[in-house]
């Protein structure tokens, strides 16, 4: 037995965690996609979504 424990050990610190995003930032992304295109379709401007693309104008000359 203690064996096949060290070998669940060892197999648990080399297998590698995949790299997909954890489920929170997957809702908090669907979230704001939904509130963005909603606010589009009734024409009103919310504050964040001035925001990201405020964020986004300034991303692109900061790199180059």
Request: hydrophobic residues 45%; glycine residues 0%; negative net charge.
């Amino acid at each position: 037995i203690l064996i096949f424990i060290a070998e669940l050990f060892t197999i648990a610190r080399l297998w590698k965690q995949p790299n997909c995003p954890s489920t929170d930032e997957w809702i908090k992304k669907v979230w704001c996609a939904m509130e963005y295109y909603s606010s589009i379709k009734k024409n009103e401007v919310l504050p964040f979504a001035t925001t990201l693309m405020d964020l986004e104008d300034i991303m692109p000359s900061e790199m180059s």
